[in-house]
């Protein structure tokens, strides 16, 4: 019994180094994809499949999580690419989480929505210009493109990018849906294929380019929660709309699920009609918690200052007492407050960096992978700010 216990566990390990796919190079698609057992949401319209492989990647921190799966579909209007759809997702679930990533880490890009976050779970989406005429990414994306070029289709030099990354305490979807900007009304020429057209100068000072990115972002908050529906393996029959069709700041395929599951507690009496109206009320009103980025000064930076506001008047009143001499007391507070400030933020950085990375769901390690392209220069702040 034991040798064929180390026998299915050696065909186990063996299948995670080349993994089986049951879609295969040149597959459409519709709706949703399935992978490694999670439905990844895809915008209306058929894709084709041009790319499927793994990511070279480790982190023992992770644990076992056998490999990064991946997958390239695009879509195209004749012999163009409108969209590429660029998906990573882990073969084997882990037990500790699965951290940051740097793209949901940092207010660097056009626009940057956090749903929450915690040591175990995260859901956020960015925006952000990519690059797509090199061969820069994962051996998947190399693939792909050779797999595009046979086919005789055409990609856009630059793609405006909508990243999602939902995981939880076991898995992780990282979908990454890069759109041509010349798909956006009054995008087109030099701005659809220049980079510097889309530094966060130029598109704040074009209404055409803001509007693309109010588009997307606005599209994005409707379909951000779907990949959370998705890794739970309960999306339905019907797709989500692309960009174009659905850019409306809407949370509604969610609040839809959540009015139907309350009409059937009611209907079934599990419910009162007081509680169903003050829940439907309370559901139409919902929105995406938002949790902008914000630069400046770090918290320990911040504690450190507004406690040091209070405790330099407290040092200064015990000073004077005992002294009662004005520049004396002056003296020895600014002295406490120049010693203990340094032992603050020092204190505060060993427990932040080293104590808390002891217990792994509260560490802030970052977990990236290799991505299609390379992301263009990045603002210093998002051009959308949400309150």
């Excluded at 019994?1 to 390990?13: E, G, H």
């Excluded at 925006?127 to 797999?147: F, K």
Aim: proline share 6%; glycine share 8%; hydrophobic share 45%.
């Amino acid at each position: 019994m034991r040798a064929l216990s180390r026998l299915c566990l050696a065909i186990c390990l063996a299948g995670t180094s080349a993994p089986a796919f049951a879609i295969g190079v040149g597959d459409k698609i519709q709706g949703h994809l399935k992978l490694q057992e999670k439905q990844i949401p895809l915008p209306r319209g058929q894709w084709t499949v041009v790319g499927i492989g793994a990511q070279s990647w480790q982190n023992e921190a992770i644990g076992a999580f056998g490999t990064i799966q991946s997958m390239i579909l695009v879509q195209t209007n004749g012999k163009q690419v409108t969209a590429v759809a660029e998906v990573n997702t882990n073969a084997i679930p882990v037990t500790d989480g699965w951290g940051l990533t740097a793209s949901c880490n940092k207010a660097q890009q056009l626009l940057l929505v956090t749903r929450y976050r915690t040591g175990w779970e995260l859901s956020c989406f960015f925006i952000e210009p990519t690059s797509l005429a090199s061969e820069a990414g994962p051996a998947t994306w190399r693939d792909a493109r050779l797999q595009l070029s046979k086919s005789g289709l055409i990609l856009p030099p630059l793609a405006l990018t909508v990243g999602f990354r939902t995981s939880d305490r076991q898995d992780l979807v990282d979908l990454r849906l890069h759109f041509d900007p010349a798909m956006f009304p009054g995008i087109s020429g030099k701005v659809a294929t220049s980079p510097e057209a889309w530094l966060p100068e130029p598109v704040k000072s074009d209404p055409a380019r803001m509007q693309a990115i109010e588009m997307l972002g606005a599209w994005a908050l409707g379909v951000d929660g779907w990949i959370e529906v998705g890794i739970a393996n309960s999306i339905g029959a019907d797709p989500i709309e692309g960009p174009l069709r659905s850019a409306v700041l809407t949370n509604a395929p969610l609040v839809d699920r959540k009015l139907l599951k309350m009409e059937e507690l009611y209907n079934s009496r599990a419910i009162e009609a007081s509680a169903l109206t003050e829940q439907e009320t309370t559901a139409l009103s919902e929105r995406p918690i938002l949790i902008e980025q914000s630069g400046g000064l770090s918290n320990a930076m911040r504690k450190n200052i507004s406690f040091r506001v209070f405790g330099s008047i407290v040092d200064y009143l015990l000073a004077y007492v005992v002294t009662l001499s004005g520049p004396v007391s002056a003296g020895i507070t600014a002295s406490i407050v120049a010693i203990h400030s340094v032992i603050f933020v020092v204190n505060d950085r060993i427990w932040e960096d080293y104590f808390a990375k002891q217990t792994t769901r509260d560490a802030k390690r970052v977990v990236d992978f290799t991505y299609i392209g390379q992301p263009l220069p990045k603002p210093a702040q998002p051009v959308l700010a949400k309150n």
